[in-house]
């Protein structure tokens, strides 16, 4: 994080985004959700996904690859699967309009499934499965990306980072949840990289030559390569299919064609699962269900240095409603210029725009 930087409150976070999206054009329903989701990245330093990713909502309304005021429309296709179709809305709105009939779902079938279709998508996953989890319900959710990654043994882009979140429901106390990429790295560990002069690690990235490279700028302009060689590929596999084919939507490459712009916003699909898990039980008890599963909790963390997922992210939960976040002063400086309703500003993508991303290591 630089120096030059500003402090602001999570109210600030939330009434900047709020304002600078309804200044910029953006419908009331769809600036506060995505308010509201910037504000819970930025509570938990995600900062990747947090601020840094306003301006790239306002790009994607700005060329007309996605729109700020489509009411999503929820439909049934069976009695355990749900369809939102967010047309090309983002997709913060098109999940608030889903929880509460899924989880109703999932409650009264024992399992029950999301597909969400045509929506543009730029947050983590955690936010999702995180809220499912609060409801006390198990839950997946997988949505592919725009096409970064190669397959293993390939040298070109096909899959998206392609991540994956996974939450476990706790007894009093935040639910565990983790969201990671298929790729050996996230895209921003690498701008950021790029931004600081350090070299990659080996096995991250191809260069445009299919050669390993540990250079930052290489690998932006080559392709990134799957985490665990061929292991991390079927798992980029799988979600291509799961939140591609499964339920009607785009698969990462078609995505990336789709986005003509070059937004770095791609319109694709997302599925989500969620499982009761009391009525995965016969005869035993939901408080005995979770207890066994905080046995194997105890006993990860009674071993020096692990922990368990999500921990840094609970503990930044409880640190920044006093201390606030900071911003980085380039980020800062764009936020205030869009809140005054700048039509002009030069929006750019990931690959170009550096300076917006100071502090966005996930």
């Not at 096909?158 to 990671?180: C, E, H, I, K, Y």
């Not at 701008?191 to 991250?204: K, M, S």
């Not at 939507?249 to 078609?254: A, I, K, R």
């Amino acid at each position: 994080m630089t120096n030059d930087a500003v402090r602001m409150s999570l109210e600030e976070v939330h009434e900047t985004s709020r304002s600078l999206l309804l200044a910029q054009g953006f419908g009331e329903v769809h600036a506060s959700a995505i308010a509201r989701t910037v504000t819970a990245a930025e509570r938990d330093e995600c900062r990747h996904h947090g601020l840094f990713r306003i301006p790239f909502y306002v790009n994607a309304v700005k060329v007309g690859h996605a729109s700020g005021v489509v009411e999503p429309e929820l439909s049934d296709l069976s009695p355990s699967v749900l369809r939102i179709n967010a047309k090309r809305g983002f997709s913060p709105l098109a999940l608030e309009r889903s929880y509460e009939p899924l989880i109703a779902r999932a409650k009264q079938q024992g399992i029950a499934a999301l597909a969400i279709n045509n929506a543009v998508h730029l947050g983590s996953l955690w936010p999702e499965t995180q809220h499912l989890a609060e409801a006390g319900l198990v839950a997946l959710a997988f949505v592919s990306a725009a096409p970064y990654v190669a397959p293993a043994g390939g040298t070109s882009r096909l899959f998206g980072t392609n991540p994956m979140s996974f939450a476990w429901p706790r007894a009093d106390t935040f639910p565990l949840v983790f969201d990671q990429a298929s790729s050996a790295c996230a895209r921003g560990e690498i701008q950021v990289r790029l931004r600081d002069g350090v070299p990659l690690e080996q096995n991250w990235a191809l260069g445009p030559d299919g050669k390993p490279t540990t250079d930052a700028k290489q690998a932006l302009d080559g392709a990134q390569l799957p985490f665990g060689g061929a292991k991390g590929s079927s798992i980029a596999l799988m979600i291509e299919l799961l939140a591609g084919p499964l339920i009607g939507d785009t698969l990462s490459y078609e995505a990336g064609e789709d986005d003509k712009t070059g937004t770095g916003a791609p319109c694709k699909g997302e599925f989500i699962i969620a499982i009761d898990p009391v009525r995965c039980l016969s005869g035993g008890s939901r408080e005995a269900q979770l207890a066994h599963g905080e046995r194997l909790f105890e006993r990860i963390l009674q071993q020096e240095g692990a922990r368990l997922p999500s921990d840094r992210r609970y503990q930044a939960r409880k640190r920044t409603p006093q201390d606030g976040v900071l911003v980085p002063r380039s980020l800062y400086d764009t936020l205030k210029e869009l809140r005054s309703g700048a039509s002009s500003l030069r929006l750019q993508t990931y690959e170009a725009d550096h300076n917006l991303l100071e502090g966005a290591a996930r």
